[in-house]
């Protein structure tokens, strides 16, 4: 005979691999406060409608509050051969309050059930993740303040394009995750809705009341369908989108960040509490933190796509296949939360060498605007383009830098450069001369800046 809480029609007991092979419990214990809080609305709501007593639904409440402070305590013992979080639970009711407890289950199924549990948590962990997200993007913003006068080179095909002010770049990032996190808020709206009450696929025939267990539990609505609520995993895949998106933030914003801290670049120094040491070459100082968050871009991804795998052939509804749906979510909660704090703790920690990117942020990198000035005078584009060409093949030849030419040298290449075009070879001086909207400028930063902080103030 079957110990199992499904036993009834099986006549021997289940394969010890079939078990180890089908369990979820070592993972979806996770899920245990979760489905406590849903078991607890869905009896109180048996009780309430009638289904069952007032005073089993009682006990069963009483009996579960009881469960999770074992669980919360570390007491509870966890068993592999009950399969999963719910019937660990179920079982222990049971065994608490007598044959009762069998009477949780009226009225639901596992499949309701376990996305109900699922959604309770996703929604909490979004607002985790946004809440992180919030202290990322407030530190970005503090770190834009502090580098407004400071005026570094901007990249594109890692040469060295045209100067910013250094606060330009900590604002780009600020959008980026100030996106993310409107994704996440966006996501929320569709995690945000009750499956519980939909059985194991075609509804409950037993006179539940839905309103009443989603008010209990918080959800905004109530999903509308049985077979989309028991079987869809979309918003879920969604939610495991948004991480990966995130992610690659995270990474991008880490090379960077990797890459100016080198030796070689020498624009930025990290602390030594948010750095690494090598065991073997003493002058090393390595930046981890944020090579595994680059690193670890590559498991959220993963998650990404093991789940849309997982769905892509499934017949409908419910199979057993979705429980693979946890594992992938569980690990980009806890990776993309950790990146976030890592990134926020590096932005406020970073310390900018001012001279080392003023440096940098002249020479050639200010070409463009040689070229522009004749431009302004009347020269077509390409061909004040082709001039400055000339002029920086002139001065790299001789081994100078932009900023030694004189005016005598330059009235060489055209008659059109005056006094005035010397005052461009200076990168605080071009940097502002970008005054168009979304532009570098210092009153553009200055703008933006506010605009933020009006906005992470609201908030
Ligand atoms: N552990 C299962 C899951 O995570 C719970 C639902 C099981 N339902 C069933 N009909 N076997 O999906």
């Not at 009881?66 to 068993?79: A, P, R, V, Y």
């Not at 609520?229 to 918003?235: C, E, K, L, V």
Request: charge should be neutral; glycine fraction near 6%; charged fraction near 30%.
């Amino acid at each position: 005979m079957s110990k199992k809480l499904w036993g009834g029609r099986f006549s021997e007991g289940t394969d010890e691999f079939v078990e180890e092979f089908t369990e979820s419990v070592s993972f979806d214990k996770e899920l245990a406060i979760y489905d406590i809080k849903g078991s607890i609305a869905h009896a109180k709501m048996l009780g309430e409608q009638e289904i069952i007593s007032k005073e089993d639904a009682e006990k069963i409440i009483k009996g579960l509050e009881e469960i999770k402070k074992e669980i919360e305590s570390g007491k509870f013992k966890w068993k592999k051969e009950l399969e999963d979080v719910h019937m660990n639970i179920e079982k222990a009711l049971i065994e608490k309050i007598g044959s009762i407890g069998g009477k949780l289950h009226t009225g639901r199924s596992r499949n309701d059930q376990v996305i109900t549990a699922f959604r309770l948590y996703l929604k909490e962990e979004i607002n985790n993740i946004i809440m992180l997200l919030k202290e990322l993007k407030k530190a970005l913003l503090n770190k834009a303040k502090e580098t407004v006068d400071i005026v570094a080179p901007a990249y594109t095909h890692l040469q060295k394009a045209q100067p910013i002010r250094l606060a330009h770049y900590f604002l780009a990032y600020l959008e980026m995750y100030n996106r993310d996190e409107e994704r996440f808020k966006d996501n929320l709206k569709r995690v945000d809705q009750m499956p519980l009450g939909s059985g194991a696929l075609a509804g409950v025939d037993f006179p539940i009341d839905r309103e009443k267990t989603a008010k209990e539990l918080g959800f905004s609505s109530i999903m509308r369908n049985s077979l989309d609520a028991t079987s869809s995993r979309d918003s879920i895949i969604e939610f495991l989108s948004n991480c990966a998106i995130c992610m690659s933030n995270l990474s991008r914003q880490s090379e960077d960040f990797i890459i100016w801290n080198s030796t070689e670049f020498s624009y930025i120094e990290l602390p030594d509490k948010l750095t690494t040491g090598s065991s073997i070459m003493p002058q090393k100082k390595n930046p981890d933190v944020l090579e595994l968050i680059r690193g670890k871009t590559g498991r959220v991804y993963g998650n990404l796509i093991a789940l849309l795998t997982t769905v892509k052939g499934l017949p409908l509804a419910y199979n057993r296949d979705l429980q693979e749906d946890k594992e992938p979510v569980f690990d980009s909660v806890k990776t993309l939360k950790g990146s976030i704090i890592g990134m926020t703790k590096i932005v406020e920690g970073l310390k900018p060498n001012k001279e080392r990117m003023e440096r940098e942020a002249g020479g050639f990198a200010l070409a463009t605007d040689l070229a522009n000035y004749l431009v302004r005078k009347g020269v077509p584009f390409r061909e004040a383009h082709h001039i400055v060409g000339k002029i920086v093949s002139y001065l790299v030849n001789q081994n100078r830098e932009l900023e030694s030419i004189t005016l005598e040298e330059l009235k060489t290449f055209s008659e059109l450069f005056d006094k005035d075009s010397l005052k461009i070879l200076n990168p605080y001086y071009v940097a502002d001369a970008r005054n168009s909207y979304g532009g570098t400028a210092k009153n553009r930063i200055l703008e933006q800046i506010e605009y933020w902080e009006g906005k992470l103030k609201e908030s």
